[in-house]
């Protein structure tokens, strides 16, 4: 049975796109928001986010910022303008903390800022913050 979160937008159903060119960081973060009942759709390219975002329609979109080609910062805007993603939680996932990191992503465009490791104790908190 899947452990589901509770607040007005969380549910087994919450559609989550995990937006990382690291391969083991990307499919383990899918595996711990799996185990809380996520449906999650990953993609490893930035220049792939777009297309399944508006095909998948996520609640919460979780993307690295320091990917090849096109960054979380080069994405996070067209995200937010996109229609289909209107209410859609964006959260940076970054390596570096900092107050200079959270600036630069909220300027961006997005509404949260996570540091690498996600501590999967405190994914279901985290997770929970951002969708209410």
């Not at 959270?102 to 951002?130: C, E, I, T, Y």
Request: hydrophobic fraction near 45%; charged fraction near 25%.
């Amino acid at each position: 049975m899947l452990r589901t979160l509770s607040g007005d937008r969380s549910s087994a159903s919450t559609r989550v796109l995990v937006v990382d060119d690291d391969v083991d960081v990307s499919l383990t973060l899918a595996a711990l928001l799996e185990d809380l009942g996520c449906e999650v759709s990953v993609v490893h390219e930035g220049a792939d986010a777009l297309a399944r975002a508006r095909a998948f329609r996520p609640a919460l979109v979780i993307m690295d910022l320091a990917m090849p080609g096109a960054s979380g910062y080069d994405l996070a805007p067209v995200l937010r303008a996109s229609p289909e993603l209107e209410g859609a939680c964006l959260v940076a996932l970054s390596g570096y903390d900092g107050e200079e990191h959270r600036r630069r992503a909220r300027a961006a465009g997005f509404d949260r800022h996570w540091v690498k490791p996600v501590d999967p104790n405190a994914l279901p908190s985290m997770l929970q913050d951002s969708l209410t």
